[in-house]
């Protein structure tokens, strides 16, 4: 089964999916955040999904960030809505400098790199894949 990454904010919030192997992220969208649980709750009835991998924002030295409680209380709600899934919180720690590293290294132009929609989608792609290799280490 899938497993989705979600990379929360306030306003928007960006997704990404594994395919049904758990062997790639792939960006999946991005959603305004009062509609996310709405949209969740559509996505795991269409696709078979088994948790959801949340990133946690921290500071660098591990300590709670303002947007700490924000997540924990999303958390909270996702657990509510679909207590059929579980939900691990990854270390969210540089993934938007990477995300803007990698929109660079693409060669995207400069709309596409000012567009946080498709930021929020590959932090959350780079989150997934994190988690993914992590899964591989374990093994």
């Given at each position: 089964?899938?497993?989705?990454?979600?990379?929360?904010?306030?306003?928007?919030?960006?997704?990404?999916?594994?395919?049904?192997?758990?062997?790639?992220?792939?960006?999946?969208?991005?959603?305004?955040?009062?509609?996310?649980i709405?949209?969740?709750?559509?996505?795991?009835?269409?696709?078979?999904?088994?948790?959801?991998?949340v990133?946690?924002?921290?500071?660098?030295?591990?300590?709670?960030?303002?947007?700490?409680?924000?997540?924990?209380?999303?958390?909270?709600?996702?657990?509510?809505?679909?207590?059929?899934?579980?939900?691990?919180?990854?270390?969210?720690?540089?993934?938007s400098?990477?995300?803007?590293?990698?929109?660079?290294?693409?060669?995207?132009?400069?709309m596409?790199?000012?567009?946080?929609?498709?930021?929020?989608?590959?932090?959350?792609?780079?989150?997934?894949?994190g988690?993914?290799?992590?899964?591989?280490?374990?093994?």
């Open positions: 089964m899938r497993v989705l990454a979600i990379d929360f904010g306030l306003k928007r919030t960006g997704l990404a999916v594994t395919d049904p192997l758990r062997i790639i992220a792939s960006a999946l969208e991005t959603v305004e955040t009062k509609a996310l709405d949209y969740l709750k559509k996505y795991v009835v269409k696709e078979q999904v088994d948790g959801f991998v990133g946690l924002p921290v500071n660098l030295n591990g300590a709670a960030t303002d947007a700490t409680p924000h997540v924990q209380a999303f958390i909270k709600e996702l657990k509510r809505h679909l207590p059929n899934h579980w939900v691990e919180t990854v270390d969210e720690r540089f993934s400098t990477m995300a803007k590293q990698t929109l660079l290294d693409s060669g995207a132009g400069k596409n790199r000012r567009d946080k929609g498709t930021l929020d989608r590959i932090s959350a792609t780079i989150l997934l894949q988690w993914l290799q992590q899964q591989d280490q374990r093994r």
